[in-house]
């Protein structure tokens, strides 16, 4: 049981580091915005890149997870 523990505490700091990034990412991209208005193109690019390697999985796993949460929670408050 201490161990299954272990890897839930694992686990929950994993995905509060994922929610980290989605966080700074969405301020990024707003900042890319706001620059690009202002024809500084070089942080929208960036941006660019990044969103398949880096964002796309964060956001899958950031609803995977919610979604997991939100089932086996309801699984186990309907059994009580």
Known sequence: ?????????LLDKFLVANVFILI???LY????????M?????PLKLF???WYPLFIPSLSLFF???LIDTLVS???N???
Not at 2 to 9: I, L, R, V
């Open 48 to 50: 660019r890149v990044l």
């Open 78 to 80: 309907s059994k009580y």
């Open 64 to 66: 995977t997870a919610v």
């Open 38 to 42: 202002y024809d500084v193109q070089s």
């Open 29 to 36: 991209f707003l900042v890319s915005i706001i620059l690009n």
């Open 24 to 26: 700074l990412g969405a």
């Open 74 to 76: 309801k699984a186990l």
């Open 1 to 9: 049981m201490e161990k299954a523990n272990k890897y839930k505490q």
